[in-house]
C-alpha cells in the first residue's frame, strides 16, 4: 500500500540553523561552513542512496558544488533572521525500487526548477531497519534556495511564490507531488495510488501524532546510534523518547486504517473491472447470437423459396434451423429479462 507523505519546512538562521550544515547532513559529505568557521561531517552517515543538485541552464557552475552553493547562500542571506532555504521532504511509494525512485525524484526537482528558477539539492535517503525504522520509509529531503537564479546564473531576487500565496503554493506542490507519485506507480505497474487530501477532507478519522521537535528527533537518533553497537556495549540509560513511542503506536493504528481504505478502494476497482468484462461479453455474445439469426432467417427465406415437391432430405435441415432460430430467440429474450 503507497503511503503519502509531503512536508514543506523552513531552514531559517533566527532557529540556530546552517544551510551547509543541513546540506552536509542530507547528504552525507564533509561541507565547511565558512561562516561559523566549520566542518560540517557526515561522511560516516549512512542510508544515503543518492543525491544531486538541479538547477537552471544558465547557473553559474559554481554553484552546482554542493559546498560553495550553501556557503554563497549563507553569505546572501546576511540577516539574523534570514530564511536560508525551503526544504520539501518527501515519502517513496515502497513499491518502487531505487531507479524507480531516481527517476521519481528527478521529475520532481527538475519541476521545482522549472516554476521557481532556483537551484535544489535533493537526496534520498534510505530507512535505518537496524534501529527499528520501518523497512518501506525511503524518503528524500530536497533542498532549494529561497532566491531564483538572474540572467547572470547567479543568485538573483527572492522568490515570492511562498511568501505571497503560501497556502496555495503548498497545495499545488502537495497535489503536484500525488500526480507524480501515481504516474510512476502506474508505469511500475501497480494499480495502487495515493491522495493528497487531507484525511478530513477524504472522511478518514485518524489519530493526530504529537510534535516532536528538535530535542526529541535528537534523543531518537542518539537511540538509534546506541542500538548499532554489541548489546553488551549499550548505555541502558539511553532509551527511546516517550513520545516517540507513541507516535510510532499512532502511526501503526493509523496505517492499518488506511490499510483497510485501500483494500475497499481495490476491490471497488476490481469490481469496475469485473463488470466491463462481463459487458463486453455480453455483447459479443448478443453480436454472436443475431448474427446466426440473421443468417438463419436468409436460410428461412430460400426454404420458402424451394419447391415443396423437392426430396425429404433437403427439407431436413430446413426444419433444423427453425428450431435453431427458435433456441436463439429464446435466449436472447432470457438476457434482455436478465438485464
Not at 29 to 35: A, N, P, Q, V
Not at 194 to 213: K, P, Q, Y
Not at 235 to 264: C, F, G, S, V, W
Amino acid at each position: 500500500m503507497a503511503i503519502y507523505h509531503f512536508s514543506v519546512k523552513n531552514i531559517s538562521r533566527s532557529d540556530g540553523r546552517s544551510a551547509v550544515a543541513c546540506s552536509a547532513y542530507r547528504s552525507g559529505e564533509k561541507l565547511i561552513d565558512e561562516r561559523q568557521g566549520k566542518e560540517q561531517d557526515y561522511t560516516k552517515k549512512t542510508g544515503v542512496e543518492f543525491t544531486k543538485i538541479y538547477a537552471p541552464e544558465n547557473t553559474n557552475p559554481e554553484l552546482l558544488d554542493r559546498n560553495q552553493l550553501w556557503n554563497t547562500v549563507e553569505k546572501v542571506e546576511n540577516r539574523k533572521n534570514s530564511q536560508l532555504a525551503r526544504e520539501f521532504e518527501i515519502a517513496f511509494p515502497h513499491e518502487l525500487n531505487a531507479e524507480q525512485r531516481q527517476s521519481m525524484l528527478n521529475e520532481l526537482c527538475q519541476d521545482i526548477v522549472k516554476r521557481h528558477g532556483v537551484v535544489v539539492d535533493a537526496a534520498i535517503h534510505a530507512p535505518h531497519t537496524q534501529s527499528g525504522s520501518d523497512e518501506r520509509n525511503f524518503h528524500a529531503h530536497i533542498m532549494f534556495t529561497t532566491r531564483s537564479i538572474d540572467e547572470h546564473g547567479n543568485l538573483g531576487g527572492k522568490t515570492r511564490e511562498f511568501n505571497d500565496n503560501g497556502k496555495q503554493e503548498v497545495e499545488f506542490w502537495r497535489e503536484n507531488f500525488a500526480d507524480i507519485a501515481n504516474k510512476h506507480l502506474a508505469r511500475a505497474g501497480y494499480l495502487s495510488e495515493v491522495d493528497h487530501r487531507s484525511n478530513a477532507d477524504r472522511g478518514i478519522d485518524l489519530e493526530a501524532t504529537w510534535h516532536e521537535g528538535v530535542a526529541v528527533t535528537a534523543m531518537k537518533r542518539r537511540y538509534e546510534r546506541e542500538q548499532l553497537k554489541p548489546v553488551e556495549e549499550r548505555n541502558p540509560k539511553i532509551i527511546m523518547p516517550t513520545i516517540a513511542l507513541e507516535n510510532d503506536a499512532i502511526r501503526a493504528r493509523n496505517a492499518e486504517k488506511l490499510e483497510y481504505e485501500q483494500i475497499i478502494k481495490g476491490l471497488d476497482q476490481e469490481i469496475i473491472a469485473t463488470n466491463s468484462v462481463i459487458t463486453d461479453l455480453k455483447r459479443s455474445q448478443l453480436n454472436e447470437i443475431n448474427q446466426d439469426r440473421a443468417e438463419l432467417h436468409k436460410n428461412q427465406e430460400n426454404g420458402l423459396k424451394r419447391n415443396s415437391a423437392q426430396s425429404t432430405g433437403i427439407q431436413h435441415p430446413y426444419q433444423e434451423a427453425k428450431e435453431r432460430l427458435s433456441i436463439l430467440e429464446q435466449q436472447i429474450q432470457h438476457m434482455e429479462n436478465n438485464e
